[in-house]
């Protein structure tokens, strides 16, 4: 009796445990980013406790059919994140009646505002993939529904969170006067220049500098461009965006006394562990207004480079953005 006792109590605390699981849901299998996330979550040898914790159950495909290269993924998506127990379902209503939480991961940013407002409607938790939108108007677009319908979530790239990065914004090396960062950019006709790709190394950027940008600069040519931000202190960061060249992610981070290498890309679990601590405690690990000021900075270098090259003033981007938002407002 004692031994059916038992087994019926471990029966019962499985169970407990797995009903306990905060169910997840992919929007857009047009990324690997869905399926990279999928295998660390979905992985059951895995002795992490966010895997007990979390799991993903369902995903909806669509995703862009705009951009070639990330339509012509989904096919073989579908197939290998059903091998992972995950359900692909036809609509985003009805993966939002299976899941507590989503990852919106759709590859074109231009979908974001749309897929993200059923979201916030639903009441679920979400984090939005890079980038946030892809324009300055859409980010600012998203933020306000999100406050309308009293939603949370957040939007990062995984090179935000490599430990080095984390160090060096944290002060671990004493104050960042300066940092010039480097990432490739692939150019994306339906997203103006760093939104679609270049936005890592933008990111990285504001993760070393911080807030404070006060002026863009921007250069280039065929090869790529380099875009110089001017900060309150005056201090200078500048971002490389490599069109030929080696794809590497990277920099320099410059103090009074040293410099110190930044930490470029280093997987997504750092990434990962980011998106379930906020799923857990509501609290985003970046703020609106950094998330806001360096897709400021990407408009601003875009209207620097049809200025020739001139500075514009992130006050002047901004308000441009603010424009484009009422306006995308005016249509929900």
Request: proline letters at 3%; aromatic letters at 10%; hydrophobic letters at 40%.
């Amino acid at each position: 009796m004692k031994k059916i006792a038992s087994l019926f109590l471990t029966v019962i605390a499985t169970v407990s445990s797995i009903s306990a699981q905060t169910k997840i849901g992919i929007i857009g299998l047009d990324t690997s980013h869905s399926i990279a996330f999928t295998k660390l979550l979905n992985d059951k040898n895995s002795e992490d406790r966010f895997v007990r914790e979390f799991e993903v159950v369902a995903a909806y495909p669509y995703g862009t059919r705009n951009i070639e290269s990330a339509t012509s993924r989904i096919p073989k998506y579908v197939d290998e994140i059903q091998q992972y127990g995950v359900v692909v379902t036809d609509s985003v209503a009805e993966l939002l009646e299976q899941v507590d939480c989503v990852f919106l991961e759709t590859n074109d940013g231009n979908l974001h505002l749309e897929q993200a407002v059923e979201v916030f409607k639903s009441g679920r938790k979400i984090y939005i993939d890079k980038p946030l939108g892809a324009t300055l108007g859409q980010a600012i677009a998203i933020y306000e529904v999100a406050e309308r319908y009293g939603s949370t979530f957040f939007s990062s790239s995984a090179v935000r969170f490599t430990p080095q990065n984390v160090k060096l914004r944290n002060g671990d090396y004493g104050a960042i006067i300066g940092a010039d960062v480097y990432s490739p950019h692939s150019i994306e006709p339906t997203h103006p220049d760093f939104g679609y790709y270049g936005i890592h190394g933008v990111e990285e950027l504001f993760t070393v500098m911080g807030t404070g940008c006060k002026s863009v600069s921007r250069t280039h040519n065929e090869a790529g461009d380099v875009v110089v931000g001017l900060w309150e202190g005056d201090r200078i960061g500048s971002f490389r965006a490599i069109v030929k060249g080696p794809y590497l992610f990277g920099g320099t981070a410059f103090t009074a006394s040293k410099a110190y290498p930044t930490g470029g890309y280093s997987g997504y679990k750092v990434l990962l562990d980011q998106i379930l601590r906020f799923f857990e405690t509501g609290e985003s690990p970046v703020s609106k207004e950094e998330t806001l000021e360096l897709f400021t900075f990407m408009k601003a270098a875009n209207m620097s480079l049809d200025a020739g090259g001139a500075p514009v003033s992130m006050a002047k981007a901004r308000k441009a953005g603010e424009k484009d938002a009422k306006k995308l407002l005016k249509k929900l």
